[in-house]
């Protein structure tokens, strides 16, 4: 039997940062994942079209370029490049022009004045007390809780971004705030397509923050993606990991985490292999590891009841593209996005989101569509496009909205008809868009959750974002970080503080959790002596 300091249970960006950093403080650390490839969520192929590289799952990431954790690794080492389209975002209003997104603010303050004059102002006071207070609210939002330095650091910088009122602002519905701040559609359907990337209510507290987070990070770092697809980043930090002495295991698939006395003591294999380590960080969905990986007899019974409890968020439908040319929109933006949001109103965003709570199959699905090669022209030959779309549908299917009927089995047949409604609301804004397709993919929520188990039924941010599960109540009240009431095992994917998207936060939480219950372990040892 080998023995490791630690081994990382999945190799999702998460568990590889994990990895990362406890080899850099020269453990030895063994990655299992039980996919063939590294990746988990931030995987890309050529298994749509054998020309054209699409994202399986996750394509842009604004989260990995703010975050301080991606940025510590350096992974341009390792052979990762960001590509930026023209413009970050775009969304039709409903005169059939476009508000967009600019990663130069005055260009986006530009257009939204042409949409409405005043709103260019309001935009550009929108950025300014977002560049007082922004890089302490993405600090606060990544760091364990509670965030000490960077919560001291935003309460001294509020008075200079607005005050109580920015507090009121970004708790408030992004609804209301769209509303408040801006007298035109253009910059209400930017903040509430933003804030919809998360499955927060647009009516609900709290959803105006996710709107504001996603926006100004658009407007400051963009959307990056990386050059030659989604792929590459876990290629990036697996190669790290292997060159700082790490093991990295693919098709390992771990069925056990072993607890003796209230202590992990190994992981187990399908395969019947069996690995002793003292420390071992799941990067796998709370709902898969208490209860699932970990015995039910060796949860801790607080854990366990909190559990009874978790939610996950909604499933996803997802439609990849081979295009023969370019989108054929009919009143292309000014500047080609590589995220378009597609939705008539905030009132229908508002009302999509209330039918996937209600149990109800969208009629007219929320669209999140990315232009991959504008944004990388390595993702397809010259003159076609790399395009794909996502929809989220609820977990469980009461009823269906729309006219065909489904019932929530998203076997082949359902998918392909949510995917032809969702191919619909593009043809309306492209005409011609279905005659330019080469190739199209589905993937419902269960292929989503066989191809990664952690997007158990096509969820894809490790559980709800809304609030009753974040900060100290994720992913059960009283956690809410990576320590898990068992010693030695420790939380490090989405479902931990603080959530979904590709920030390694939560990895490289419970690797410093780990280090630090290390060393104070050894100072006790050396006290008693």
Not at 292 to 317: C, I, K
Request: hydrophobic share 40%; proline share 7%; aromatic share 6%.
């Amino acid at each position: 039997m080998t023995t490791y300091d630690a081994i990382v249970v999945g190799a999702g960006p998460n568990g590889l940062v994990a990895a990362n950093h406890l080899a850099d403080a020269g453990w030895s650390v063994l990655v299992l994942e039980a996919q063939p490839e590294p990746g988990g969520a931030v995987r890309s192929g050529r298994d749509v079209h054998e020309e054209f590289v699409h994202d399986t799952f996750s394509s842009f990431y604004p989260l990995a370029a703010a975050s301080p954790t991606v940025r510590s690794l350096r992974l341009e080492e390792h052979g990762l490049v960001w590509r930026h389209a023209p413009a970050v975002v775009a969304h039709a209003v409903p005169d059939g022009r476009w508000a967009v997104l600019h990663r130069d603010r005055d260009v986006t303050a530009a257009n939204l004045d042409d949409l409405a004059p005043g709103d260019g102002d309001a935009w550009l006071e929108l950025c300014r007390q977002w560049d007082r207070i922004g890089d302490q609210v993405v600090g606060a939002l990544l760091t364990p809780l509670p965030p000490v330095r960077h919560g001291l650091g935003a309460l001294l910088r509020l008075p200079g971004a607005g005050g109580l009122g920015l507090v009121r602002d970004l708790l408030m519905p992004v609804a209301d705030l769209g509303r408040l701040r801006f007298r035109g559609e253009g910059p209400r359907l930017l903040l509430a397509g933003n804030a919809a990337h998360a499955d927060i209510p647009l009516s609900s507290p709290g959803s105006a923050l996710f709107g504001i987070l996603l926006t100004m990070l658009g407007q400051t770092v963009g959307f990056p993606a990386p050059e030659g697809g989604a792929g590459r980043i876990a290629a990036a930090l697996a190669d790290r990991l292997r060159s700082r002495g790490g093991d990295l295991v693919c098709g390992a698939e771990v069925t056990r985490i072993d607890v003796a006395g209230g202590r992990v003591t190994g992981v187990r294999t399908g395969s019947g292999e069996r690995f002793a380590c003292r420390v071992v960080v799941a990067d796998v969905i709370a709902s898969k590891l208490f209860g699932g990986l970990v015995p039910p007899e060796d949860v801790p019974a607080r854990v366990a009841a909190g559990m009874r409890g978790f939610q996950l968020d909604p499933g996803t439908v997802k439609v990849d593209w081979a295009l023969s040319g370019a989108v054929p929109w009919a009143r292309p933006p000014s500047y080609a996005p590589g995220t378009v949001h597609v939705a008539d109103s905030v009132d229908e965003l508002s009302r999509t989101g209330q039918q996937i709570t209600g149990r109800t199959v969208p009629d007219s699905p929320f669209l999140l569509v990315g232009q991959m090669t504008t944004t990388d022209p390595t993702r397809s030959p010259a003159g076609t496009e790399s395009l794909w779309a996502y929809s989220h549908v609820p977990q469980v299917v009461e009823r269906d909205a729309g006219a065909d009927g489904l019932t929530g089995r998203w076997d082949e047949d359902e998918c392909e008809r949510y995917a032809d409604r969702m191919q619909e609301r593009l043809e309306r804004l492209a005409p011609g868009f279905g005659s330019r397709v080469i190739a199209r993919r589905v993937l419902g929520p269960r292929q989503f959750e066989e191809l990664d188990a952690n997007l158990v039924g096509g969820a894809i941010n490790g559980g709800t974002a809304q609030l009753h599960q974040q900060l100290v109540f994720r992913p059960v009240p009283g956690l809410g970080r990576s320590e898990t009431g068992i010693r030695g095992l420790y939380l490090g994917s989405a479902s931990a503080h603080p959530g979904g998207g590709v920030h390694g936060a939560a990895g490289m939480n419970a690797a410093r959790a780990a280090l630090v219950h290390e060393r104070l372990a050894r100072a006790g040892r050396l006290f008693r002596r």
